[in-house]
């Protein structure tokens, strides 16, 4: 025999049933207990048959039950003595009726399911269950389990699971809110409606799950929805059983655009770029928020926008010059020889082109991308006279453009740190000068750099609106950032200047271009050149990457110019 188990009470609101008198076409009877009291009859072992009760008796004591329950809390107690447990029945059946907010009950066709497999000495008796409850109606199948003594009188072997199958001790039910089920939350563009799904933005697939999962365990508020679900004893929701209201798991809006988004996915894998591994990312100036991340054919590298640590090259000269500016004095009209070779140190450095151009100044220098006028005055003003402990470079990209620290981005996406280090060796820090050397940086870090010099000051780039934002020591002085502005307009916009072929039609824009050699992939000694571009123009700041790009201006730049002209 099964031993009763309490249920308990769930809620507070009352229960309003209608007597119901008979069950109708049921045709339920209320007959075998005949006492109304409420005390427990139940029995023990030695008094229950071993013998099941016969199918006719089972389906009696079942319906003379089932009538009682139906006909509302004023009939509980003369239901409860027909089974074996009346005061936990009682009990169980008041749970039941003020945790579901219960209105009506009826019963469907009782039939005979003969012998119980579980239940040793019973009759299991079958029937559908329909209650209107607080949010809905519930139906579902239901059996009760009858027994006899030694004298042939039978009773319901009262337990959880006469109530609900399954439902096991100190569980309850509760019909109210159903909590969201989804393990991870819905990640949303800026808008706050469009989903960044990978079908759409195959290159956020791993950003958004980053993000989803962090949400999620943070605690990320989701969108309860209506239903009935078990309650174990402390009180938490373990299983829904059934749904009024879908839930809504969280949703995280993030900063994402998803206009430049579909633009920068399309532009990373141009035809012209012939397949090569392509990288970009978009900043909106103003804010540090990044509104598109895009990266095509990079294989086992992954995500190379945020996680690349490579040499930028020429795009370096931005930090190189505003060091120049603002800590040597120098100015945009500063003589900065563009000679084909030059020897700095023990080490020679040459341009990409043959010609030179010994009159040229720094401006000239920067928007022909001249790699011996930047050595010419880097190496004489921040190398050679100046303790390697204090080197102006690695301290101009920490405290004005906010290199060299530990960005969090949120949701736990991760990136790169861009590097710009103290090096200790000339020949090193002569070679950081043009990007090269030790300097590491991926297109998250580069379009921060164009941003900075858009608006005068660092902001730390986000994915999330309201991510923390680390600031720089120090904004960009004004005077040095109208230099900067000046040479990243000639650079596109010049005659000479490297950017001119992409970004010359676009009033608004200045940029960089670069190239640098690194090992190859597969940390082989052969060296690929790779290409990149940043600029910026009256709403965005954009950096691309393409690796194996023999020039800046004719690969990276081809993507920045696609963002450009789209948000111009």
């Known amino acids: 025999m099964k031993r009763g188990v309490k249920i308990g009470v769930i809620g507070t609101c009352g229960v309003a049933l209608a007597a119901m008198g008979s069950l109708g076409a049921y045709n339920l009877v209320h007959g075998m207990s005949g006492s109304s009291s409420d005390t427990d009859n139940g029995l023990t072992a030695s008094e229950q048959s071993t013998t099941p009760p016969a199918a006719d008796q089972a389906v009696k004591t079942a319906q003379a039950f089932l009538a009682d329950w139906q006909a509302g809390p004023g009939r509980y107690a003369a239901a409860s003595q027909d089974t074996n447990a009346p005061s936990?029945?009682?009990?169980?059946?008041?749970?039941?009726?003020?945790?579901?907010?219960?209105?009506?009950?009826?019963?469907?066709?009782?039939a005979s399911a003969g012998p119980s497999l579980t239940d040793p000495g019973a009759s299991?008796?079958?029937?559908?269950?329909?209650?209107?409850?607080?949010?809905?109606?519930?139906?579902?199948?239901?059996?009760?389990?009858?027994?006899?003594?030694?004298?042939?009188?039978?009773?319901?072997?009262?337990?959880?699971?006469?109530?609900?199958?399954?439902?096991?001790?100190?569980?309850?039910?509760?019909?109210?809110?159903?909590?969201?089920?989804?393990?991870?939350?819905?990640?949303?563009?800026?808008?706050?409606?469009?989903?960044?799904?990978?079908?759409?933005?195959?290159?956020?697939?791993?950003?958004?799950?980053?993000?989803?999962?962090?949400?999620?365990?943070?605690g990320a508020a989701a969108s309860s929805g209506s239903g009935i679900a078990v309650v174990n004893a402390a009180g938490t929701p373990v299983t829904t059983l059934k749904v009024f209201t879908a839930p809504q798991a969280a949703k995280i809006t993030t900063t994402i655009d998803p206009a430049i988004q579909a633009t920068a996915e399309r532009a990373v894998k141009l035809s012209a770029l012939n397949g090569m591994p392509a990288a970009t990312v978009v900043l909106d100036w103003r804010t540090g928020n990044i509104l598109a991340v895009a990266y095509a054919n990079t294989g086992s590298e992954g995500d190379t926008a945020l996680l690349a640590?490579?040499?930028?090259?020429?795009?370096?000269?931005?930090?190189?010059?505003?060091?120049?500016?603002?800590?040597?004095?120098?100015?945009?009209?500063?003589?900065?020889?563009?000679?084909?070779?030059?020897?700095?140190?023990?080490?020679?450095?040459?341009?990409?082109?043959?010609?030179?151009?010994?009159?040229?100044?720094?401006?000239?220098?920067?928007?022909?991308?001249?790699?011996?006028?930047?050595?010419?005055?880097?190496?004489?003003?921040?190398?050679?006279?100046?303790?390697?402990?204090?080197?102006?470079?690695?301290?101009?990209?920490?405290?004005?453009?906010?290199?060299?620290?530990?960005?969090?981005?949120?949701?736990?996406?991760?990136?790169?740190?861009?590097?710009?280090?103290?090096?200790?060796?000339?020949?090193?820090?002569?070679?950081?000068?043009?990007?090269?050397?030790?300097?590491?940086?991926?297109?998250?870090?580069?379009?921060?750099?164009?941003?900075?010099?858009?608006?005068?000051?660092?902001?730390?780039?986000?994915?999330?609106?309201?991510?923390?934002?680390?600031?720089?020591?120090?904004?960009?002085?004004?005077?040095?950032?109208?230099?900067?502005?000046?040479?990243?307009?000639?650079?596109?916009?010049?005659?000479?200047?490297?950017?001119?072929?992409?970004?010359?039609s676009f009033a608004d824009a200045g940029a960089k271009t670069g190239t640098s050699q690194v090992n190859g992939p597969d940390g082989s000694s052969t060296l690929i050149t790779n290409g990149w571009f940043t600029a910026y123009n009256s709403r965005i700041a954009v950096a691309a990457l393409v690796q194996g790009g023999a020039t800046g201006a004719g690969t990276a730049g081809l993507i920045a110019k696609e963002l450009i002209g789209a948000t111009e």
């Not at 931005?318 to 020889?337: N, Y």
């Open 88 to 110: 936990t029945a009682k009990t169980d059946l008041t749970g039941y009726g003020t945790g579901l907010g219960l209105t009506s009950i009826v019963f469907g066709p009782v």
């Open 124 to 218: 299991s008796v079958t029937f559908t269950v329909t209650a209107k409850v607080k949010g809905g109606t519930w139906s579902y199948p239901d059996k009760l389990n009858v027994v006899q003594n030694n004298a042939g009188k039978a009773s319901v072997d009262w337990s959880s699971a006469s109530l609900y199958p399954g439902l096991q001790a100190g569980d309850t039910l509760a019909a109210g809110p159903v909590p969201a089920t989804a393990t991870t939350a819905t990640v949303l563009a800026n808008d706050g409606r469009t989903q960044l799904t990978s079908a759409a933005y195959p290159s956020l697939q791993a950003i958004a799950t980053t993000i989803a999962h962090s949400g999620a365990s943070q």
């Open 309 to 504: 640590e490579l040499a930028p090259g020429s795009t370096m000269k931005i930090i190189t010059a505003a060091t120049l500016f603002q800590d040597i004095h120098l100015t945009p009209s500063t003589p900065a020889p563009c000679q084909s070779h030059l020897t700095a140190g023990d080490s020679t450095f040459k341009n990409d082109f043959d010609q030179a151009y010994p009159n040229a100044t720094i401006e000239q220098g920067f928007a022909m991308s001249c790699n011996t006028s930047f050595i010419k005055d880097g190496f004489d003003n921040l190398v050679q006279t100046s303790p390697v402990d204090t080197h102006l470079l690695g301290q101009e990209a920490t405290d004005v453009f906010g290199m060299n620290g530990n960005w969090s981005i949120g949701g736990g996406v991760a990136t790169a740190n861009p590097s710009v280090p103290v090096n200790t060796d000339v020949p090193t820090a002569t070679a950081d000068l043009i990007g090269q050397g030790k300097v590491l940086m991926s297109p998250l870090a580069l379009a921060s750099i164009a941003a900075t010099v858009r608006d005068d000051q660092f902001r730390q780039p986000r994915i999330l609106p309201g991510q923390a934002q680390t600031p720089a020591a120090a904004p960009l002085d004004g005077t040095t950032d109208g230099y900067l502005r000046s040479l990243m307009f000639a650079a596109a916009h010049d005659g000479d200047g490297t950017a001119t072929p992409d970004l010359g």
